[in-house]
């Protein structure tokens, strides 16, 4: 199994929302996708200083289907609207876990 990790940091000038509206167009691509297995993402709860705002786990049975989904137009739409405009640091990691 494929686990797809990414950690984002929004524009301090963001608008109010940029945040919940970027887990809202993730979260729909579950749909979307039929490759996705699994998905978890949500906003940072603020526990500890410095984390970052947004987090997104995707699961996939293989790379091949990870390539499908990274570029997927569904996606990438999400991608362009929803997170490039607002997203000033961006970290992704793509991870073997036994499955």
């Known amino acids: 199994m494929v686990r797809h990790v990414v950690l ?3 524009r301090q000038s963001s608008p109010p929302g940029t945040g919940a509206a970027a887990v809202q167009g993730l979260q729909a ?3 979307e996708i039929p490759e996705i297995q699994a998905m978890s993402t949500g906003l940072d709860l603020g526990v500890v200083p410095n984390g970052c705002d ?3 786990v995707v699961d996939f049975a293989s790379s091949a289907d990870y390539l499908v989904y990274a570029h997927h ?3 990438l739409r999400v991608v362009e609207e ?3 405009p607002f997203v000033v640091q961006r970290e992704r ?3 073997a876990v036994p499955g």
Do not use: S, V
């Open 8 to 10: 984002m940091r929004f």
């Open 29 to 31: 691509l579950a749909a």
């Open 54 to 56: 947004l987090a997104l």
């Open 73 to 75: 137009p569904a996606h």
């Open 82 to 84: 929803l997170i490039d």
């Open 93 to 95: 990691a793509q991870i």
